[in-house]
């Protein structure tokens, strides 16, 4: 049903887990995939996958979401190679946990760099481009935290509260242009980010989820197709949360 033929889509960060989901998702609906991740040649390698399994379109870049000059040189090759993004899935993100009094400056600051800054970056150089178009859809990856907070977490639950703001403001500055920006706020989902944490703290979310199971990649992907559908035309500064009822 949901028809993206003729669509261009940049998913930052689609190496792995939700990223790969969803620039497979997108590609499976039609739409030409950009895929990226800090090496170029694991890009290249998801990407070639992506497109045996779809027949779509794919293009690699590497996108370090955390230099400025990598952002800049990506997002000219890519409006080169296959001309002005239409759907920007503002993915890529990184954690780095420790308790507020212990965390360093350095924490803080390449946390707030790569996840919401970052996010500013390729938002602004994206949009040019659907503004000329008239037509976009930008979809901003926040988290469950920026809203119940999370012990250890007090600088990426801040830039993924900071996404919920951008992506109001936004949305009201871009509505008049068809553009839509929404934010997804995933709860637990089961990729990398998450394998890694002790049992006991897996347990302990587990036992706050009513549907009483972690989330997949792909519960994340199906919103993110939908929120890059004509289907949502009229939804705009939306928060849609992701989460087996944990919140
Ligand atoms: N998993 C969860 O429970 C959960 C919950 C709420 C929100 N989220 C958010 O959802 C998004 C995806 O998370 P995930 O769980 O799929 O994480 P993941 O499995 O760790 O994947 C992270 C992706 O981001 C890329 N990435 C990391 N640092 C990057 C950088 N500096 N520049 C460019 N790309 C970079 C990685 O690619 P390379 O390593 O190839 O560079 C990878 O493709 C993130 O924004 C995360 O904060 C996740």
């Known amino acids: 049903m949901i028809n993206l033929s003729g669509k261009i889509a940049l998913v930052t960060g689609s190496t792995r887990g939700i990223g790969k989901a969803t620039a497979q998702r997108l590609a499976e609906a039609g739409a030409s995939v950009v895929v990226t991740g800090r090496s170029e040649d694991r890009a290249g390698e998801v990407a070639k996958e992506i497109a045996q399994s779809t027949g779509a379109k794919t293009f690699a870049v590497g996108l370090d979401i955390g230099s400025r000059e990598s952002i800049e040189g990506a997002i000219k090759r890519i409006n080169e190679e296959m001309g002005n993004v239409d759907i920007l899935v503002n993915n890529a993100g990184v954690n780095r946990d420790t308790l507020f009094v212990r965390m360093k400056y350095e924490d803080w600051d390449e946390i707030i760099r790569v996840n919401l800054t970052g996010t500013f970056l390729v938002t602004q150089l994206v949009v040019k481009g659907m503004l000329k178009k008239r037509w ?34 936004l949305a009201k500055e871009l509505a008049p242009r068809n ?64 989460n087996g009822g944990l919140f």
């Open 179 to 242: 553009i839509t920006v929404n934010a997804i706020a995933p709860g637990f989902i089961e990729t990398d980010m998450t394998e890694n944490l002790p049992e006991e703290i897996k347990q302990g979310f587990l036992s706050q989820i009513p549907m009483n199971r972690f989330g997949k990649a792909e519960d994340v992907a199906n919103v993110v197709l939908f929120l890059a559908s004509e289907l949502s035309g009229y939804i705009t500064g939306e928060v849609i949360h992701v």
């Open 136 to 169: 976009g859809r930008i979809i901003n990856m926040s988290s469950v935290v920026a809203f119940i907070g999370n012990v250890g977490q007090a600088n990426y639950s801040s830039a993924k509260a900071g996404l919920v703001g951008f992506t109001k403001t």
